[in-house]
């Protein structure tokens, strides 16, 4: 069931249907062991996320939200604790989930249509609703142009319009996005941003979108998890209730930028600990 909201005139969310959890983490901890000695990277993490959701986690590095995230995808597991997707505990990774990583992790051998259909292959579909669904994202993130084209042959924010494309294609339940427009200039990543924002109201998938861009953070989502320094907690949830519909202008608002140094307050408090 998806998030059913009232809005105001200028686009602001004034309340919300409670929806069904789609994501559970509950009471986890990751603790790493080398030559007998234990490092606590997580500590009794808990979240709820529910459907329709863009949650954005923030964080120092090596906090461990990356290493939520990869949980989440079922690529690594908590020492203690459990975590949930759509009412079943995670034990592997799944169709319900897909994920975009930093690294553009595009095969370079194949052709930018061929790397958005490379998951469709595997499932019971004709050739020809492969294509119809590749030549709408193609179409989608705007590079039908570039349907032969290699990778190689692509800048860093055309190969990640086609990492999202990929992950999209498949129809993933929830979207999994660690830090993907990391290594992207400003007005790349600001671009990035706002297609990202318009392909969420349009497929309405559950994201959950790792930065330490608080800018970022504020921009995407409509729930903002705090993490402290490791061992990593959650130490505030931020519900941010700008309008659905986000231009970039709304950086310079009044309201965006109480939300933004409200995070970056909790993350830089003045005695070094959060």
Known sequence: MLVKERYNNAGASLEATVASTKILVKHIDKIYTSNKKSTTAIKDVSINIQDNDFVCIVGPSGCGKSTLLHMLAGLDFPTVGDIIVNDKKVTGPGPDRGMVFQSYTLFPWMTVEDNIKFGLKTKKMSKEKQDEITSKYLDVIGLSKFAKSYPKELSGGMKQRVAIARALANQPEVLLMDEPFGALDPHTKSMMQLLLRELWEKEHPTVVFITHDIDEAVFLANKIYVMSARPGKVIKQVNV?????????????????????????????PDGHN
């Open 241 to 269: 209730y700008l309008p659905h519909k986000r231009e970039l202008e709304l950086k310079d608002t009044k309201e965006f930028i109480e939300i933004r140094k409200g995070i970056n307050n909790l993350l830089y408090a």
